[in-house]
């Protein structure tokens, strides 16, 4: 009789491809160059009018021309600027890794995307408010019947949070496991942890894996009004400060990263560099709580649980890869939990770079680790010049080499409680 899955050995998950589409640059290289360099992807928000809203900077996407991703053209129609980043930042992935038609069976190809909630332009719904004022008063029992008239009729296709992951699958024929993750800021990672797991048991040799968010979105923010933005009033470059005793509060972004996810068998089949490997992953919740020890127990549990399944691969970790926010109380909650699991090891911020790019975060700043092994460097963080005492941790400050055989924690958070860490190390592991 055939074994049972329980009692078959988990095979290794390596990445081979990387996409991005991040306010630093779109595509690995722009993006490597960026980090590399210091560039802040922070600016004054050109893209909408931000007059009435409560920020006015933000990590923003530009130069992104959709057409040069988007097949078949027509699809643009069925596309928010949200699916059309997810899109591309996963064929970007797949060129990286160089996997062509053919290489792969489709039932043994699948899709695993995160996504946030997608937010309406308004421009797309001023005819359907008219259409719902009678003598100067909105109308709420005229929606159904008139509003709706004046909507293209596939509108609801534009903003599903589960179309990144669907517009990926059929534009790559991939016909094996399809799933979309929508749980906040922990979404990319949740997403990458689970492709994984998929490959482990055997029921797909490849994974598109990623996610994709959008925090810098007029409605988005509006609906978000309560949330205590950054008050930086200074260059918008320096506004995002995690860790930083001078920080103000989180900066919105928007963006996605994608990855291709292959079992080392069949990456080695098709002779695919190997640019990381998946060691471990761990989920945990705790519903939020006012005392900040309770907060942290998820983080702490999460990470603990990561590098213990990684530990027979791990030496030592090279640096975490933090959530780090730029939070006034949240920084402080997760240095604490930090400086319990894992000590002295050094930290980087990817958000201060680019903002909080709410679902798309995990993914972007994942790809930072993933290249950081891949190349040898390890950039460091921006933003950091006054060191929080009530954030115990060792930011990484200056760009320095990783060791050849090194490993990253991973890690991010909800602020609806959940908890997702990733245990990455080098092709040489």
């Known amino acids: 009789m055939p074994r049972s899955l329980s009692s078959r050995p988990l095979r290794e998950v390596v990445v081979t491809g990387v996409g991005i589409v991040s306010p630093i640059g779109i595509g690995r290289a722009a993006f490597w160059q960026s980090l590399l360099k210091g560039h802040s992807g922070v600016r004054s928000i050109q893209s909408f009018d931000t007059s009435e809203l409560p920020l006015h900077i933000g990590g923003e996407v ?63 719904l001023i005819e359907a408010y008219r259409a719902c004022i009678v003598d100067g008063q909105f109308r709420f029992d005229r929606w159904g019947s008139d509003a709706m008239r004046q909507l293209f009729p596939l509108w609801m296709l534009k903003y599903l949070p589960n179309m ?109 560099p190997i640019l990381a490997r998946v060691l471990s992953s761990a989920s945990r919740f705790r519903a939020p709580h006012p005392t900040p020890g309770e907060s942290a127990r998820a983080t702490v549990s999460a990470a603990t649980a990561a590098l213990q399944s990684a530990s027979g691969n791990l030496s030592s970790i090279d640096h975490v890869n933090a959530h780090g926010a730029s939070s006034l109380e949240h920084d402080r909650i997760e240095a604490q939990a930090l ?21 798309g975060a995990g993914a972007v700043e994942m790809a930072v680790s993933i290249l950081a092994l891949a190349e040898g460097l390890l950039p460091a963080s921006i933003n950091y010049g006054h060191p929080d005492p009530d954030c115990p941790i060792s930011m990484v400050v200056e760009t320095r080499p990783t060791l050849r055989r090194s490993n990253a924690l991973v890690l991010n958070q909800a602020r609806t409680g959940q908890s997702v860490a990733i245990v990455i190390g080098s092709a040489q592991n």
């Open 62 to 124: 530009t130069n992104f021309d959709p057409k040069q991703y988007v097949r078949p053209r027509k699809s643009l129609k069925v596309m928010s600027r949200e699916i059309q980043f997810a899109f591309a930042a996963a064929d970007l992935a797949m060129t990286d890794a160089r996997l062509s038609p053919g290489d792969v069976s489709p039932e043994r190809l699948g899709v695993t995307f995160g996504a946030d909630m997608i937010y309406c332009d308004n421009e797309e």
């Open 164 to 272: 990144p992951a669907c517009h990926i699958a059929i534009a790559h024929d991939a016909r094996g496991p399809c799933n979309s993750i929508v749980l906040g800021d922990v979404s990319s990672l949740a997403a990458v942890a689970e492709g994984a797991r998929i490959i482990q048991r055997g029921q797909a040799d490849c994974m598109i894996v990623g996610g994709v968010g959008a925090r810098l979105h007029p409605t988005c923010m509006t609906m978000r009004g309560t949330q205590p933005f950054a008050t930086w009033t200074g260059d918008p470059a320096a506004a995002c400060r995690p860790f930083d005793a001078d920080r103000t509060g989180p900066v919105p972004g928007e963006g996605a990263g994608a990855f291709l996810l292959e079992s080392v068998e069949h990456a080695a089949n098709r002779g695919a």
């Open 339 to 359: 400086q319990k699991v894992v000590g002295g090891s050094g930290v980087i911020a990817p958000k201060s770079f680019v903002g909080n790019l709410g679902a």
